[in-house]
């Protein structure tokens, strides 16, 4: 089949919670990044999209799957991402992961507890971070750190949109095990303003996503590339003060979201320090060993 692209939702790069192969990343990086993130949007917006049946959904993303495979150039979305992976020898199974959980989404609309939702985020979210260093040639054993910063985007996404993608979707990433413990179904999530019970709920949620930082913030300076170091600090900083915002306030009846101009001043900060440690141990190391850091 070929894919409509009546069924977009005109959502870009810029609408993100978090920056997608922003300035801070080198150019020569950036269009592989982009081209991924425009394939797994096409993704996104087949498997949210309100009208589609499960089965047309299906259609649209093995359609992705086969024009990014070779198969067919059906999917037109596809089709840069493909270029730029035989362009750099860069494998499709970090793609072909998200795939797995767009399709997850369109077949499983529950999850019984944390550990299975952190299933979920091993193909919905973790991908997205190993491509990045893939690319950038950052060998695996930074996967150790990215793994968890992508999970708490995840799930930070999750809890914020809690209400949304329950109402329009009848989808629920809340651990049904969390609200059980509470006295609640997932009807709860229909109501305008969250109970005493939810909010503990949330917010328990939102504790156990923090709990993921410590690792996560052990990304940036685990990177070779400063620039990638720089974009990863930011991130980990938009990260936690997101998580405390879900400490504070209700996802049913407040926004949850950091302004355009919070994020990129909090984004800026983070970027800052960065390049400054960066700089400070450089000349650290170059004065104790008349060498200089490789770095890139």
């Given at each position: ?82 270029e730029e992976l035989a362009l750099r020898n860069l494998s499709a199974q970090h793609a072909l992961d998200l795939l797995k959980a767009f399709r ?106 923090k709990s993921l930082m410590p690792e996560a913030r052990l990304l940036p300076s685990s990177v070779a590339d400063l620039r990638l170091a720089a ?21 049913l009846a407040e926004p949850v979201h950091l302004s355009k101009s919070q994020a990129v001043m909090i984004a800026m900060r983070a970027a800052a ?24």
């Open positions: 089949m070929t894919v409509d692209t009546k069924y977009k939702s005109g959502k870009s790069e810029g609408d993100e919670n978090f920056p997608v192969a922003s300035r801070m990343i080198a150019a020569r990086y950036r269009a592989p990044i982009l081209a991924f993130y425009r394939f797994a949007r096409a993704a996104d917006d087949a498997a949210d999209h309100p009208t589609l049946d499960a089965q047309s959904k299906l259609s649209i993303l093995t359609a992705l799957e086969e024009t990014l495979l070779g198969r067919s150039d059906a999917a037109a979305d596809a089709i840069p991402l493909r997850q989404d369109v077949t499983k609309r529950r999850y019984q507890s944390w550990e299975e939702l952190i299933d979920y985020c091993r193909y919905s979210a973790m991908p997205v971070g190993r491509f990045v260093l893939d690319v950038h040639g950052e060998p695996k054993s930074t996967w150790r750190h990215s793994d968890p910063l992508c999970a708490a985007l995840q799930v930070i996404n999750h809890l914020q949109d809690c209400a949304k993608d329950y109402r329009s979707l009848d989808r629920v990433y809340i651990p049904l095990d969390e609200l059980s413990s509470r006295g609640l179904g997932v009807e709860a999530l229909a109501s305008p303003r969250s109970s005493a019970q939810l909010l503990d709920c949330i917010r328990a949620l939102a504790d156990r996503t974009e990863t600090a930011a991130i980990v900083e938009l990260a936690r003060k997101l998580i405390a915002i879900l400490k504070i306030r209700d996802p320090a960065t390049f400054a440690n960066r700089a400070v141990a450089r000349f650290a190391y170059s004065k104790s060993t008349g060498m200089m850091p490789h770095e890139r």
